[in-house]
Nanobody, 121 residues
Framework: QVQLQESGPGLVKPSQTLSLTCTVSDDTLASAAYYWFWVRQPPGKGLEWMGAIAYSGNTYTNPSLKSRTSISRDTSKKQFTLELTSATPEDSAVYYC?????????????WGQGTQVTVSS
């Protein structure tokens, strides 16, 4: 059973870049079978699909976040990362990384435990 673990600062100042890393416990980050997501859940709201990276390295981002979102990976470290620039308090949320077999959030079958990020001065 793969395990995913998010890591990064829990507090980010407005206008700064929010950066998170997801560490994967097995060697499937470069597997053609999977997509790797970032998902967030603001307080009192539902899950928001932020973007994904495929085994090929191609990235896909939510159009509402596209100009601020970057997803990358380092297969040698078994990690993929999220960068969200120009953070605002509205970006405060629990951030999850996940693995699925398509770009659809419903395909995600393995999730990290989530990490709370607060954007505040």
């Amino acid at each position: 059973q793969v395990q995913l673990q998010e890591s990064g600062p829990g507090l980010v100042k407005p206008s700064q870049t929010l950066s998170l890393t997801c560490t994967v416990s097995d060697d499937t980050l470069a597997s053609a079978a999977y997509y790797w997501f970032w998902v967030r859940q603001p307080p009192g709201k539902g899950l928001e699909w932020m973007g994904a990276i495929a085994y090929s390295g191609n990235t896909y981002t939510n159009p509402s976040l596209k100009s601020r979102t970057s997803i990358s990976r380092d297969t040698s470290k078994k990690q993929f990362t999220l960068e969200l620039t120009s953070a605002t308090p509205e970006d405060s949320a629990v951030y999850y990384c996940a693995r699925g077999n398509s770009l659809v959030i419903g395909s995600a079958e393995s999730w990290g435990q989530g990490t709370q990020v607060t954007v505040s001065s």
